[in-house]
């Protein structure tokens, strides 16, 4: 690992600079070298300045990175003068005095050193410390050190936020843990300056920014890597999303529908037993922050994995911010554990509950949601407890997320909230899950054990209801059994007599219950990205199989096709050595990559086939161009058939091995790859963009046409013919109403779509 610039913090209080350093280490991680140069008399405990210690820190810190020297007010800078008069001319060379605020300058000068600045550009990043708050108060810019023009690994770059959520909890968790992962230190700010640029470490900063869908992002990273870095975090902004989130209402009173269906039942009080944290002092502050530790891996151990609400909530806890915010509890009031962590979560989710964008409001449940894990951890709360006896309708204060995924609608056929939202991750839960839902009753009589009857597609709420209510809502309940029934037509029968079939694209459990109830045919693309995306090194066999078990399951007994992963210079990963390229959509990508990284790419394979145990398991390859990788694909696949078997290792064998039609050249030589693979699967979106050579997220070239263009329908037609295996459509154009009739002209009797476009789809063919 190359050096890094140190520094050395010179004030006449010991326990402020000891408290400057603990804010910044959080942010900086531990390999980042900081020296306290502080106090004067022993220990440092009178108030005052030491040369003598100030020259020792920095011969003990000397790199030939260099060491940054800050300091607070008046005779620390004669005191650092002088321990420079009294250095070794070498090392007086790679030391640098810096006149930035201590504080603020200290933190910008440890991110930009963590990040592998070199000595000028840490020194340019402390003196500009104060510009994010001038521009924040409306003040003239006081910047008078420039950025060094010449530093190559400073880098920003605007990017608009393609999910209509806005930077929500999801994407806004992914870019923590990646940005976690990456070598440089990365800031997001809003490109109108609105506000302070927040550390991408950070999720709840992330989350503080208030990023709506649509605004545009100023990403700016410094250090090693700084561009690739931009390039994953960039990926994720503008990353289209799969399950836009629904907007909240921006006015409404009384109980508003949040989760469609009938529910009927009485009602009955769901208790929590959080009680209130009381703000008790540690007896061992060493020994709080410890067990702090000791309940956030616990709390990220739980489960919710191949939920991506539930793991999205679990990246709030490695936010470095929330534990320094706590052990800084710890250590300047004492306060225990327990206590210190519930006023940081609290404080952060008040924030966020205070932002004017009703979508990211809803994410304070989340955060206190996970935050509740921690405490439960240490042994001062425990998880909410269903109420006992027959099946209930659930009146909540405020409905969890990690609550909600456990309901069921045989125990619960529905819940009303006083609280909660549209937009909130347990309403996306419950619709999940087929429960009926209200949200926003408030001050509403609820009465324990009455008979409560509500319509949750339209909010319509009724106490006691007569019998003439009921029969209606027994009528309009069965009505909407026999049009779900009827929606659930697979396949879908053509004029002509054919039929077309509806697969289902996923990336989640969740997606794959929805893809369940959809009565989709099968999986026709099992995503496989999520596994890697914020990993330094790759996940395990034994974890990937475990992910892709838990996605599969509701799936069991249909065709299920798993594409290996779809990575390289265009969406990179941290563990994936690839070269940066002029051109990345046209570089190393998909199957290249993998064959260029065969050891990934077999453990992948042998993590598939055990997951296909019991599943009709097929596996698909990206980025094909030519037959001779598809046969060198199937050597490394064999090799991995063969050292499970040798092992003794249940796995599916033989699998069905096809590959996605996504390079024009191979769609023109179809018929060359018939002898050597199972099925075909068309990827409309890189397939669009490669044959009319526009990227499809240039606004400036839709005019050029997309997926209906003659010329990308002829190569779809061609496909279709002459493949001579099955052939669908796993592009986002299958699930467009206005192009997948167009598909269907080509001979393609097979698309694959996300979950949610089924029913239009459907209607369409009717």
């Known amino acids: 690992m190359s050096a890094k610039v140190a520094l050395v913090l010179v004030s006449h209080s010991r326990v402020l600079a000891e408290a400057v350093a603990t804010l910044i280490r959080p942010m900086t991680g531990p390999d980042l070298k900081i020296a306290c140069a502080a106090g004067a008399g022993d220990d440092g405990a009178e108030l005052g300045t030491d040369a003598t210690a100030i020259l020792a820190a920095i011969e003990d810190l000397d790199s030939p990175a260099g060491t940054l020297v800050l300091m607070d007010i008046g005779s620390a800078l004669l005191s650092a003068e002088t321990a420079l008069d009294l250095l070794d001319a070498v090392i007086r060379s790679r030391v640098s005095l810096c006149a930035a605020p201590f504080v603020e300058g200290a933190i910008a000068a440890g991110v930009a050193a963590a990040g592998g600045a070199q000595l000028d550009t840490v020194r340019a990043e402390a003196e500009a410390a104060l510009e994010s708050k001038r521009a924040q108060l409306g003040l003239d810019s006081a910047q008078t050190t420039p950025q060094p023009a010449n530093n190559v690994d400073s880098v920003t770059r605007e990017v608009r936020i393609a999910d209509p959520a806005g930077l929500h909890l999801r994407p806004a968790a992914a870019i923590a843990r990646l940005a976690q992962a990456q070598a440089a230190n990365v800031t997001l700010a809003p490109a109108d300056g609105s506000r302070v640029p927040a550390p991408a470490t950070s999720l709840t900063a992330l989350l503080g920014l208030g990023a709506r869908g649509n605004a545009t992002l100023r990403l700016s990273a410094s250090g090693a890597g700084a561009e690739a870095a931009l390039d994953v975090i960039e990926a994720v902004l503008t990353a289209p ?85 706590a052990i800084a509890l710890t250590d300047r009031d004492g306060l225990d554990a327990a206590p210190a962590w519930a006023e940081a979560i609290e404080a952060a989710a008040s924030t966020i509950a205070a932002l004017d964008n009703p979508i990211l409001r809803a994410r304070a449940a989340d955060l206190r949601d996970a935050g509740a894990l921690v405490l439960r951890a240490l042994g001062v709360t425990h998880a909410a407890a269903l109420p006992d006896g027959p099946p209930a309708i659930l009146i909540a204060d405020d409905l969890l997320p990690s609550l909600a995924v456990t309901l069921d609608r045989d125990r619960v056929p529905g819940v009303i909230d006083r609280a909660g939202g549209t937009a909130s991750h347990a309403a996306i839960l419950l619709r999940a899950a087929g429960i009926p839902y209200l949200v926003g009753a408030g001050a509403t009589e609820l009465k324990e054990s009455a008979i409560v009857a509500f319509d949750g597609a339209t909010g319509e709420f009724w106490l006691d209801p007569d019998a003439a209510t009921l029969a209606m809502l027994r009528a309009r309940e069965a009505q909407a059994a026999r049009d779900e029934a009827a929606s659930r037509s697979n396949p879908v029968r053509l004029a002509d007599g054919s039929d077309i079939t509806l697969w289902a694209n996923v990336a989640s459990r969740a997606e794959a219950e929805a893809a369940d109830r959809a009565n989709a045919a099968g999986i026709g693309l099992l995503r496989t990205e999520f596994l890697f995306l914020d990993r330094v090194l790759p996940p395990s066999e034994d974890e990937q199989c475990a992910m892709l078990r838990a996605i599969m399951a509701p799936m069991r007994g249909r065709p299920i096709v798993l594409r290996t992963l779809d990575a390289g210079a265009d969406k990179p990963m941290p563990f994936l050595p690839l070269a940066p390229e002029q051109n990345p959509a046209l570089g190393v990508r998909g199957l290249r990559a993998l064959l260029d990284n065969d050891a990934i790419f077999e453990t992948q394979l042998r993590a598939m086939l055990r997951a296909g145990v019991d599943h009709d398991a097929r596996i698909m390859l990206p980025m094909v161009t030519n037959p001779s990788e598809v046969t060198a694909a199937r050597a490394i696949l064999n090799h991995a058939h063969e050292a499970l078997a040798g092992a003794k290792t249940d796995h599916a064998w033989p699998v069905r091995l096809g590959i996605m039609i996504e390079v024009p050249a191979a769609a023109l030589v179809i018929a060359d790859f018939a002898d050597i693979i199972d099925f075909v699967s068309i990827g409309t979106n890189d397939l669009t963009q490669y044959t009319l050579a526009a990227d499809r997220n240039v606004p400036a070239l839709a005019g050029l046409g997309g997926t209906a263009h003659p010329s990308v329908l002829a190569l779809c037609r061609k496909v279709a013919a002459e493949a001579r295996v099955p052939v669908s459509v796993c592009g986002e154009a299958a699930g467009d109403p206005e192009i997948a009739p167009l598909l269907a002209s080509c001979g393609i009797r097979n698309l694959s779509m996300a979950p949610r476009s089924f029913a239009a789809i459907r209607k369409i063919f009717d």
């Open 241 to 325: 999303t799969q399950e836009p989130e629904p907007p909240e209402p921006v006015a409404a009173t009384g109980p508003r529908p949040a989760s469609p269906g009938i529910a009927i039942g009485p009602m009955r009080t769901l208790r929590t037993t959080m009680p209130p944290i009381a703000r008790s002092l540690a007896k061992d502050r060493d020994a709080a922050k410890r067990a702090l530790d000791a309940a956030l891996g616990t709390a990220k151990r739980q489960g919710g994995a191949g939920h991506a609400i539930l793991d999205a909530q679990r990246a709030l806890l490695d936010d470095p911010a929330l534990r320094a915010h």
